[in-house]
C-alpha cells in the first residue's frame, strides 16, 4: 500500500453558520473559485450549531464536492466558541473567518493573505471603517450601532474595524486564547487576547444581509458591553503594549 503524504493546506477559512441554508452554496462556490484563481492551497471549515433550517446537512453535501470539514455542535452555543472551535479543527497554519451570510467578499482574501506572509502581520483584518471601505444596504441605526460599538473599542485597539466579522490570523497566535462569556464579536476578542505584535487593516465594502434574519439584539448589545469590561480589564492587567499598526489602501 503506498502511503499519501498529505500536506497541510496554507489557509483554512472558517465560517461558522446558524440557519445559513440559502447563503451556503453561494459562498462555498465563491470561496474555491478565489482560491483557484489565486493559486491559494486552501480549506474551509464550516462549524454548524445545529442549525433548524438544515444548515448543517448542506454543509455535508457540499464537503462531498469541495475539501471542506464540517463540525456540527449539539446546539446554538454562540459565533465566538464557532470560531476557536474552527480554528482548532483546520490544519493550516493560517486561519480566518468569514460569515456565512455573503456579507464579506472573499475576493479580498488573497489580499489579506499576502499581508500576512509577505508583510509579517499577525491579524489582517477586513475593515468596512477605513478609507475605501464601506457598508452597503445596511440600515442607517445598525451603521451607526457598528460605528458607536467601534468607536468604544478604541481604547483597547488602534484598529478601526475591531468588530469586523472577517478577518485573517496566525493560528498559533489563537492557541490558548480563552475568549470571555460576552465573546460575541470574536475579532475584537481575539486582537486583545492574542497579543500581536503588527495588525493591518484593508479596506472592503460590507453588503447587509438581504436573505434570513438579523441576530441583532439587546442581549448582544449587554453581550458586547460586558466583553469590553472584561478585555478593558484584562489590557490593564497585563499592561499590554499597543500592537504595531497600519491601514492599507486597496
Ligand atoms: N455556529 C454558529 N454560527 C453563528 C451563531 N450566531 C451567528 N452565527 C453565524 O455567524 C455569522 C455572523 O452572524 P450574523 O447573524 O450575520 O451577525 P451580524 O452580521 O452581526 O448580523 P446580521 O447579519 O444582521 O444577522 C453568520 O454566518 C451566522 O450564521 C451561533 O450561535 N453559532
Ligand atoms: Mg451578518
Redesign the pocket.
Known sequence: MSARIATAATLALV??????RDRLPELVRAIFATYDAAGIDGELVI???NSPDGTGDVADELARSFPIRVVH?AG????GT?VIEGFKAAEAEIVGVI???L?HPPALVPRMLAALQRDGADIVIGSRYVSGGGTTNWETS?VLMSRFACVLARGLTPVRDATS?FFLMRRDRARGVTISAGGFKICLELLIRSEPRLVIELPYVFT??TVG????NWKEATGYLQQLRDLYAYRRRRHLPRPNYRAERI
Do not use: F, H, Q
Request: proline residues 4%.
Open positions: 465560517v461558522p453558520t446558524y440557519n445559513e462549524v454548524d450549531d455542535r446554538k452555543l454562540g459565533l464557532a460569515d456565512a451570510d456579507s445598525r466579522g447587509g444581509r434574519e438579523s441576530k441583532m
